[in-house]
């Protein structure tokens, strides 16, 4: 266990990974909405460091720019996308008119190209991508809500999308928009059974177009880490089997997993994991 979480900064939301320092940054919204930076010591030891705190707040994932830059997305207070940057103050990017909100990361591209996961629950529960600093926009299968976006080395952009959606399947699934021209397609849909539901990221996509994320569910309904690879096969690399469902992951140069979960600990406020795959 690399953390355990206290009352004061329960329910920790994800993680980003600094990959020059090792530092790890994540967000909970337990009794306060906060964003916090994990700062790594010697060995497996890491200090907590708090960036915002506001009880209004419900901070979702969290995203480092090249430049040390913190993006993330809040549905709770003020429905927008936000930015932090290196050693500065929170800062509201996007926030749209209509009754919809933001989910998951921000994914910003090598190029500087910011896009979002867009969730409108007033229509008919679906959603969109748009690129926040230009005109590209794109939409998931219909009924499916996006909630967490990755780009593969070619510039392809992958999400994970919830379900049961104006007629969606319950358990979610995996969506692909291929870089030129932005065509959509679906890689998995899951079934709900051993192999997960309702996936939620960050989640990664190797330099072989494999996916690794989480999802609820599984078979001992406590949550699975998952591999998906680039023809659609799922495989099951870890069930939970107490506590509560991981809620995405990130990859250090090693290969290992990291993530969170919002039960485990001492005394159960949540923790952080990691997990070793077999070379």
Same mark, same amino acid.
């Given at each position: 266990?690399?953390?355990?979480? &206290? $009352? ?7 993680? %980003?990974r600094?990959s020059?320092q090792?530092?790890?940054y994540? #967000?909970?919204?337990g009794?306060?909405? @906060? ?6 010591? =010697?060995g497996e030891s890491y /200090? ?5 705190? =506001?009880?209004?707040s419900?901070?979702?994932?969290v995203t480092?720019d090249s /430049?040390?830059?913190l993006?993330? @997305?809040?549905d709770g207070?003020?429905l ?10 929170w @800062? ?7 009754? #919809?909100?933001?989910?998951? =990361?921000?994914?910003? #591209?090598? $190029?500087?190209d910011v896009y979002? *996961?867009i969730?409108?629950?007033? +229509?008919?529960g679906?959603?969109?991508v748009?690129?926040?600093?230009g005109?590209? +926009?794109?939409f998931?299968?219909f009924?499916?809500g996006?909630? *967490?976006?990755?780009? !593969?080395?070619?510039?392809?952009i992958?999400?994970?999308a ?7 399947q319950n ?5 692909k %928009?291929d870089a030129t021209p932005?065509?959509? *397609?679906t890689?998995y849909t899951?079934?709900?059974?051993? !192999?997960?539901a309702q996936?939620?990221g960050?989640?990664?996509?190797d330099?072989?177009g494999? +996916?690794?994320? &989480? %999802?609820?569910g599984?078979? /001992?309904?406590?949550?699975?880490v998952?591999?998906i &690879?680039?023809?659609?096969v799922? *495989?099951?690399?870890?069930?939970? @089997? !107490?506590?509560?469902n991981?809620l995405?992951l990130?990859?250090d140069?090693?290969? =290992?997993?990291?993530?969170?979960r919002q039960g485990?600990?001492n005394?159960d406020?949540?923790?952080v994991?990691k997990?070793?795959l077999?070379?």
């Amino acid at each position: 266990m690399l953390h355990n979480f &206290t $009352a004061a900064n329960l329910g920790p939301n994800s993680l %980003a990974r600094d990959s020059r320092q090792g530092n790890l940054y994540g #967000t909970t919204f337990g009794l306060l909405g @906060t964003v916090f930076e994990l700062i790594k010591g =010697n060995g497996e030891s890491y /200090s907590l460091s708090t960036l915002y705190s =506001n009880s209004r707040s419900r901070p979702q994932s969290v995203t480092l720019d090249s /430049s040390g830059n913190l993006w993330g @997305t809040d549905d709770g207070g003020c429905l927008c996308v936000f930015e932090i940057p290196a050693g500065g103050q929170w @800062t509201d990017r996007y926030m749209n008119s209509q009754p #919809t909100e933001p989910q998951g =990361n921000v994914l910003v #591209t090598p $190029a500087g190209d910011v896009y979002a *996961s867009i969730d409108d629950f007033e +229509i008919d529960g679906n959603g969109w991508v748009p690129q926040l600093n230009g005109p590209n +926009i794109f939409f998931p299968p219909f009924g499916y809500g996006p909630n *967490s976006l990755a780009l !593969d080395p070619v510039g392809n952009i992958y999400g994970l999308a919830y379900g049961g959606l104006a007629g969606g399947q319950n358990a979610g699934l995996v969506f692909k %928009a291929d870089a030129t021209p932005w065509h959509v *397609s679906t890689i998995y849909t899951f079934t709900g059974y051993e !192999d997960g539901a309702q996936p939620s990221g960050p989640f990664v996509v190797d330099s072989a177009g494999n +996916i690794y994320g &989480t %999802a609820s569910g599984g078979k /001992s309904g406590y949550g699975v880490v998952f591999k998906i &690879t680039p023809e659609g096969v799922e *495989s099951v690399l870890h069930t939970f @089997t !107490d506590d509560s469902n991981p809620l995405g992951l990130v990859v250090d140069a090693s290969g =290992n997993l990291y993530g969170v979960r919002q039960g485990g600990g001492n005394p159960d406020f949540g923790s952080v994991w990691k997990l070793t795959l077999e070379q």
